[in-house]
C-alpha cells in the first residue's frame, strides 16, 4: 500500500529492529528511513520501502544518500562524474548521471556535517552552510554540490575520501552497537580503538582484525569492509 505522506530520507545501519510494514527482523542491519508528515524516521527493508512510497516517492528513494557503503554487499557504486557507465549494479541502473552526483554530494556532505559530528576531525567548516541549507530545503545549489564533488574527488585516497569516512561511520555504530552487548570490564580495548578511529579516522590493520572479532559478540553479526581503511595501511 503506498503512501502520499511518506519520503525516503536516508539508507542507514539499524539493529535489533524490526521492518516498520512487515514484522520481519531487519537481519541485514542495512535499512531503508522513510519519514513521515510528523518528520518522525521509521525503518523499512528494501521491498516493503518501495511498496510503501507513491510514484514521485519511489522516483525519490534513488537519490537518497546512503550511509551503509562499509557493510559488503551494498550496491556498488560508480564514482561520481567519471564517466561510467558501469549499470551492472541494479540500483544504480537508470539513475541519471545528475542524480547520481546529487547522491553522493548529499551522502558525503551529510557524512561530515551530521552523522560524523560527533567526530570533530571528520568536520569540514566550509560544508556547515550547505549542510544547513540542505536540512532546510532538502536541496542544495549546483554550486554547492559543484564544490562538495570537487573536495569529494581531491580526497580520494586520503582520510577524507569517501570510501573513508564511509568506513569510520560503519565502523564507529557497530562498534557503539557491540558496547551494548559487552560488559563494562570487556570494553577497554574497543574503547581505545574506538578514540583512535576518532581522532585518527582509520583502524589499523590490527585493529580491524580485532574489531571484527568483537562484532562477532552482536546478535545478528554486521561485517563490514575495511576496504576504506587501505589508504592508510598502504602508507606504511
Ligand atoms: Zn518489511
Same mark, same amino acid.
Given at each position: 500500500?503506498?503512501?502520499?505522506?511518506?519520503?525516503?530520507? +536516508?539508507?542507514?545501519?539499524?539493529?535489533? =529492529?524490526? $521492518?516498520?510494514?512487515?514484522?520481519?527482523?531487519?537481519?541485514?542491519?542495512?535499512?531503508? @528511513? #522513510?519519514?513521515?508528515?510528523? *518528520?518522525?524516521?521509521?525503518?523499512?527493508?528494501?521491498?516493503?520501502?518501495? %511498496?510503501?512510497?507513491?510514484?514521485? !516517492?519511489? +522516483?525519490?528513494?534513488? =537519490?537518497?544518500?546512503?550511509?551503509?557503503?562499509?557493510?559488503?554487499? =551494498?550496491? %556498488?557504486?560508480?564514482?561520481? *562524474?567519471? /564517466?561510467?557507465?558501469?549499470? +551492472?549494479? *541494479?540500483?544504480?541502473?537508470?539513475?541519471?548521471?545528475?542524480? +547520481?552526483?546529487?547522491?553522493?554530494?548529499?551522502?558525503?556532505?551529510?557524512?561530515?556535517?551530521?552523522?560524523?559530528?560527533? @567526530?570533530?576531525?571528520?568536520?569540514?567548516?566550509?560544508?556547515?552552510?550547505?549542510?544547513?541549507?540542505?536540512?532546510?530545503?532538502?536541496?542544495?545549489?549546483?554550486?554547492?554540490?559543484?564544490? #562538495?564533488? %570537487?573536495?569529494?574527488?581531491?580526497?580520494? *585516497?586520503?582520510?577524507?575520501?569517501?570510501?573513508? #569516512?564511509?568506513?569510520?561511520?560503519?565502523?564507529?555504530? $557497530?562498534?557503539?552497537?557491540?558496547?551494548?552487548?559487552?560488559?563494562?570490564?570487556?570494553?577497554?580495548?574497543?574503547?581505545?580503538?574506538?578514540?583512535?578511529?576518532?581522532?585518527?579516522?582509520?583502524?589499523?590493520?590490527? =585493529?580491524?582484525?580485532?574489531?571484527?572479532?568483537?562484532?562477532?559478540?552482536?546478535? /545478528?553479526?554486521?561485517? #563490514?569492509?575495511?576496504? !576504506?581503511?587501505?589508504?592508510?595501511?598502504?602508507?606504511?
Amino acid at each position: 500500500m503506498s503512501n502520499a505522506s511518506l519520503i525516503p530520507v +536516508r539508507k542507514d545501519f539499524v539493529f535489533d =529492529q524490526t $521492518c516498520h510494514a512487515c514484522p520481519r527482523k531487519l537481519t541485514s542491519n542495512v535499512a531503508v @528511513i #522513510l519519514q513521515d508528515e510528523l *518528520g518522525q524516521d521509521f525503518p523499512y527493508g528494501p521491498v516493503c520501502a518501495k %511498496n510503501a512510497l507513491d510514484h514521485e !516517492g519511489q +522516483r525519490l528513494l534513488k =537519490q537518497i544518500p546512503d550511509f551503509t557503503k562499509a557493510a559488503p554487499g =551494498q550496491e %556498488n557504486e560508480p564514482g561520481a *562524474g567519471r /564517466g561510467s557507465t558501469d549499470t +551492472r549494479y *541494479g540500483g544504480s541502473s537508470g539513475l541519471g548521471n545528475t542524480d +547520481r552526483q546529487f547522491r553522493r554530494a548529499v551522502t558525503y556532505l551529510l557524512l561530515r556535517q551530521r552523522k560524523l559530528a560527533h @567526530i570533530p576531525a571528520a568536520n569540514y567548516k566550509r560544508f556547515s552552510a550547505y549542510a544547513d541549507i540542505f536540512d532546510q530545503t532538502n536541496s542544495l545549489p549546483e554550486d554547492s554540490i559543484a564544490h #562538495l564533488i %570537487n573536495v569529494e574527488r581531491k580526497s580520494g *585516497g586520503t582520510k577524507f575520501g569517501f570510501d573513508s #569516512l564511509q568506513a569510520v561511520y560503519g565502523y564507529d555504530c $557497530c562498534i557503539n552497537r557491540t558496547f551494548l552487548s559487552l560488559p563494562a570490564e570487556k570494553q577497554d580495548w574497543l574503547k581505545d580503538v574506538q578514540t583512535s578511529l576518532r581522532k585518527r579516522l582509520y583502524l589499523t590493520e590490527a =585493529q580491524a582484525k580485532g574489531v571484527e572479532n568483537w562484532f562477532k559478540y552482536i546478535p /545478528g553479526h554486521q561485517p #563490514l569492509s575495511p576496504k !576504506g581503511f587501505q589508504w592508510a595501511w598502504k602508507q606504511k
